[in-house]
């Protein structure tokens, strides 16, 4: 086990992981950590209730199956020994998170192109 707390090697350790526990995610430690990179990399995570940051996303993973989200500290462990010890449900996990990273990459151009084209319209509106 490893607990990764510096910038730039966090690539490096999921692509050794079986799991990745998804940090400041449990109370009162704030609002979570990115879970975009474990899914990039096809890692199935684990999370707790405090994800506010990226909200939108653990709503994604969630509902694809892509991650696993437990209430509380004490629901951390049973959950990890369960993903460790069922290859079968981790694999699940897995594909089903890259599966979400894949559906919603590309969104920074489709969010430019829109800007683009909203502007484009102002302008042209105001002349």
């Not at 995610?25 to 975009?36: A, E, L, N």
């Not at 010890?85 to 151009?109: H, I, T, Y």
């Not at 909203?118 to 042209?124: A, I, N, R």
């Amino acid at each position: 086990m490893y607990v990764v707390d510096t910038v730039g090697e966090l690539r490096k350790f999921l692509q050794l992981s079986d799991v990745a526990v998804i940090g400041k995610s449990f109370p009162p430690h704030g609002q979570g950590q990115t879970p975009v990179e474990s899914a990039a990399l096809g890692v199935p995570m684990i999370y707790g209730p405090s994800m506010s940051n990226f909200r939108a996303v653990c709503l994604e993973l969630e509902a694809a199956g892509g991650a696993v989200k437990v209430k509380d500290e004490a629901s951390l462990l049973p959950s990890l020994r369960a993903l460790l010890s069922d290859p079968a449900k981790a694999s699940v996990v897995s594909a089903n998170a890259r599966m979400v990273f894949e559906q919603n990459r590309g969104s920074l151009d489709r969010t430019l192109s829109l800007l683009h084209d909203v502007t484009e319209g102002s302008l042209q509106r105001a002349r």
